[in-house]
């Protein structure tokens, strides 16, 4: 009898996995085909010298080369380390680092997840002391200079859609007709195309008829051609990425926000919290894994842009705006060189994998 | 490999048979008229999008309009062919053509310029029409041999050339009569850097107006004033693969152009649209652009409402030794696996392209020098409106020396001279910079 139990709860659990298979396997044959394979076969051709219109023409015309396009990109002539080769960047390694302790010291971060982020910081410092020495030169000049556009970019825009979007949700997070049309105008922006989004943002910053233009005049300034402008090309590709982003960001506080008791915030309401105490001690605690899921969502979306900067400055002037999917699709559409291209776009997906990780590691930890 | 256009062209033609046939009974009977269905042929273009261009070619104006009308023209008159142009935008067109054959899916004909042609022939990407241009009535011994030489790749022709086109100094006569710069009608152009400086500071006195502009923060129009004062100057980007960009040639030219910015007779910060706006404001005396606009400004310039009224064209003038302009050409060309693979597909794209030769003088309307002898040497021609202020440009005609790489290439040179009047990159550090990567360039 037993035995048969037995037997009859061996077949259930088999037929269970196999339904599960069946459930299961539509989305595992889409991940695989259209997720994993192409990200192995780009893999696979980074290894290659692969001029895209050669290797069309004549399968054979690629050369497998190792590793040689990665260190094509990451590495130089007489490559000499100094202790502070690049201050800027190792300062603030170093600031990041005494942040982390100090919240060890508070109690907000364990020893174990200290120790992880002093050691990425260290990788970073030792990895930020290699440059080119006398003599020497870069292999690709632009690639390190492309990298730090798209981190700069990644690190204006994140912060700031994710602080502008937590307030339009906290301010607009209410049941009246005039919060409900402002939700809906702020979402707007978030439906149009990245061509309809820079075009507008080319018309508004236009030295000739942009609005920001006309209104610099009217208090009798000298509108500058902002897209040609160095130091103001970068920033006007992070206002109009801000402006068209805020939308699903504050939808998702939205979200957030609906989820927190109500309990809660009148309980804070009767010991007289104001505003401001009630948003930091109650609804931003309980936000956490919204803010978490926000940031991590925009630093992958926002370490793909591609379209503001070409379309709005071209990657100029002199580069400012250049940034890694550009220089990818330029290298991979305009020069043909796919097998960099496909190193570029590996390194983009561990940058952004390292990013998303520690935002996560850190997050996970303010939660525990 | 099955070929969908195949499949879709077969089933095309047995749906297209049966309606035919509906068609033609009721059209018999009530004397309407059939309408056409044919063989699709795939066009892809840049020149600019045109609503509404239809089929009259002579009504249209500009580069875009013009060549849509041709392209209509063909597509009413033959019932065997549908030319479809498929969308397509001038700053991504060569990444678009480039994917499109990766995928191996490229338009059926399609136009390039004279400098693609190493990259695309020495792959066999595309078509050798060689000898199957007479049978369709385009004879290449009626071409300049400038426009013979820019479709020719290893002895054979790869393309039909339809124009050459080159930058020349439009010019606003209002401003330069002002400035004392106009004798016996025509413009006084400088014929050395320090004179350039001295009409530049004439035009600012007389005028207040700035005395140069261009696109020098967008496309390439600042490019190649540099390289056409390097060619004055018998100096080149590059030769036999390597690089000279770091020359005092190009820093003579460097220095002049940023001269003017220093001096504030032209602005560094305008793109293509707001050089344009701003010479055809009267806010400029000169407008550095290429001979494509040449039939778009006469028609402002006779609009009582645009600013600019007195339009003249000249030649790039010539500031040191030798005459040079940048010139380019536009062909057409057919990729070699529709040859392949797709004889009736070819065969119409064959027939467009003669129609295009056919309408020379027609493109020619806007601005561009004509490829067929024929036309060159008609009355009609001749007698297109500014063509005698500007006829030395086909002699004055020069490019950079072929290269598979030729984008890349003017891609760093934009950046790094952008980089010197944008962003005030020293002129050496600049030179330096193009130079190294021009030669990594060459060296892959």
């Known amino acids: 009898m037993f035995e048969q139990f037995k037997t009859d709860l061996r077949w259930a659990g088999v037929r269970q996995n196999l339904v599960a298979w069946v459930f299961l396997l539509p989305f595992v044959f889409v991940y695989v085909a259209f997720l994993i394979y192409p990200f192995g076969r780009g893999v696979w051709i980074s290894l290659h010298d692969w001029n895209l219109l050669a290797v069309t023409f004549n399968p054979d015309a690629k050369t497998f080369i ?19 080769a690049r201050p800027v960047l190792q300062g603030l390694c170093v600031l990041a680092a005494v942040f982390f302790v100090w919240r060890y010291r508070i109690g907000e971060l364990r020893w174990s997840t200290l120790w992880q982020c002093l050691m990425v910081l260290l990788l970073l410092m030792f990895l930020f002391g290699w440059a080119p020495g006398e003599g020497g030169r870069w292999f690709d000049r632009r690639f390190w200079p492309t990298v730090g556009n798209t981190v700069f970019f990644v690190a204006m825009v994140v912060p700031a859609i994710t602080i502008i979007s937590l307030l339009l949700a906290t301010a607009l997070n209410r049941e009246t007709r005039g919060a409900a049309f402002l939700r ?129 400055t071209q990657g100029g002037p002199n580069d400012q705006t250049q940034v890694l999917v550009r220089y990818i699709y330029q290298t991979a559409f305009r020069d043909s060189d796919l097998g960099i291209a496909s190193a570029m776009a590996v390194f983009l997906f561990v940058i952004m994998a390292v990013f998303s990780a520690v935002q996560f590691m850190v997050s996970r930890e303010d939660e525990q | 490999m099955v070929n969908y256009k195949d499949k879709k062209a077969e089933k095309v033609t047995t749906m297209q048979k049966t309606f035919i046939s509906m068609i033609a009974a009721t059209a018999l009977s009530a004397g309407a008229v059939m ?22 070619v002579s009504a249209a104006v500009g580069e875009a309009c013009i060549i849509q009308s041709i392209i209509n023209a063909f597509d009413a008159e033959n019932d065997d062919f549908d030319v479809t142009t498929l969308p397509t935008d001038w700053g991504n067109y060569y990444d678009q053509i480039i994917a499109s054959y990766a995928s191996g899916n490229p338009p059926d ?108 923060s967008e496309f390439e129009i600042g490019v190649r004033m540099v390289l056409a004062f390097l060619w004055q100057q018998d100096s080149n980007i590059f030769a036999n693969g390597t690089a000279t960009i770091n020359t005092p040639e190009a820093r003579n030219a460097l220095e002049l152009i940023t001269g003017l910015f220093d001096g ?103 601005g561009h020098a004509a490829v067929r002898e024929s036309v060159l040497n008609s009355d009609e021609y001749a007698a297109l409106p500014h063509r005698s202020e500007y006829d030395n440009t086909v002699n004055i005609a020069r490019d950079t020396p072929a290269s598979a790489r030729y984008g890349a290439i003017q891609d760093i040179l934009n950046r790094e001279f952008q980089a010197i009047w944008l962003t005030g990159k020293s002129i050496d550090a600049a030179l330096s910079d193009a130079e190294e990567d021009v030669q990594s360039q060459l060296d892959r």
């Not at chain 1, 396009?69 to 202790?83: C, D, I, S």
């Not at chain 1, 300034?221 to 990425?241: D, H, K, N, R």
């Not at chain 2, 078509?127 to 049978?135: E, H, I, R």
């Open chain 1, 184 to 312: 809906t105008l702020f979402f707007l922006s978030q439906v149009l195309s990245v061509t309809v989004v820079t075009l507008i943002w080319q018309m508004m910053f236009s030295a000739r008829q942009g609005l920001v233009a006309n209104v610099v005049r009217e208090f009798g300034g000298v509108p500058l051609s902002w897209l040609a402008e160095p130091g103001f090309a970068m920033a006007a590709i992070v206002i109009a990425t801000v402006w068209w982003s805020i939308g699903i960001a504050m939808v998702l506080f939205l979200a957030g926000l609906q989820d927190i008791p109500q309990e809660m915030q009148e309980a804070a309401k009767l010991d007289r919290a104001n505003s401001v105490q009630a948003f930091w001690y109650i609804i931003l605690p309980n936000l956490k894994r919204t803010i978490t899921l926000v940031v991590i969502l925009q630093i992958i979306l926002h370490f793909q842009v591609f379209g503001q900067a070409h379309l709005m």
């Open chain 2, 264 to 366: 504030g007779y032209a602005n560094s910060r305008t793109n293509y649209a707001d050089s344009q706006q701003s010479f055809l404001n009267g806010e400029a005396a000169v407008l550095v652009n290429g001979t494509w606009v040449v039939d778009f400004y006469a028609e402002q310039a006779a609009d009582e409402d645009v600013e600019l009224t007195h339009y003249y064209v000249a030649d790039f003038p010539t500031l040191y030794d030798e005459p040079a302009t940048w010139a380019d050409t536009h062909l057409w060309a057919i990729p070699a696996s529709v040859k392949r693979d797709n004889p009736e597909v070819y065969e119409g794209a064959l027939q467009l392209l003669a129609f295009i030769n056919d309408h020379n003088i027609d493109w020619a309307r806007t």
């Open chain 2, 35 to 56: 309408p056409a269905f044919g063989t699709e042929v795939t066009l892809a273009r840049f020149f600019g999008s045109c609503q509404d261009a239809g089929t009259d």
């Open chain 1, 66 to 84: 190792g590793l040689d396009n990665y260190l094509r990109l990451f590495w130089g002539t007489e490559m000499t380390w100094r202790a502070w």
């Open chain 2, 109 to 216: 004909v399609h136009v390039m310029h004279r400098h693609r042609i190493p990259e695309y022939g020495q792959i066999g990407a595309l078509a050798d029409l060689t000898d199957d241009l007479m049978a369709h009535g385009i004879d290449p011994d009626d071409w300049t041999d400038s426009a013979r030489e820019a479709v020719t790749w290893n002895d054979r022709i790869l393309g039909v050339p339809m124009d050459l086109h080159a930058n020349l100094w439009h010019v606003n006569m209002d401003l330069m009569e002002a400035a004392g710069l106009v004798e016996n009608g025509q413009p006084i152009l400088p014929s050395s850097p320090e004179e350039m400086m001295e009409h530049a500071e004439m035009v600012r006195e007389a005028t207040g107006q700035y005395y140069l502009a261009a696109d020098f």
